[in-house]
């Protein structure tokens, strides 16, 4: 979607972790798409959740999505 700029996407220790061994995959995601991801680690999280948080490229939240 073009009017996405931004995607947040919080997750808890154990899937934070594997997004961070698969960074570089994930910078090529992003040079790809034309998008900034920004996975963060939420300590208290189960692993089963993901919050995912989409902002255009002013900054308003676009979609805000809870699995």
């Given at each position: 979607r073009e009017d996405i700029?931004?995607?947040?996407?919080r997750v808890g220790?154990?899937?934070f972790a594997l997004l961070e061994a698969r960074?570089?995959?994930i910078?090529?995601?992003e040079i790809?798409?034309?998008?900034r991801i920004r996975p963060s680690r939420v300590r208290d999280?189960?692993?089963h959740r993901v919050e995912i948080?989409?902002?255009s490229p002013n900054g308003d939240k676009v979609v805000d999505i809870v699995r």
């Amino acid at each position: 979607r073009e009017d996405i700029a931004t995607v947040e996407v919080r997750v808890g220790p154990e899937v934070f972790a594997l997004l961070e061994a698969r960074k570089a995959e994930i910078q090529e995601m992003e040079i790809k798409y034309r998008k900034r991801i920004r996975p963060s680690r939420v300590r208290d999280q189960p692993d089963h959740r993901v919050e995912i948080t989409c902002y255009s490229p002013n900054g308003d939240k676009v979609v805000d999505i809870v699995r």
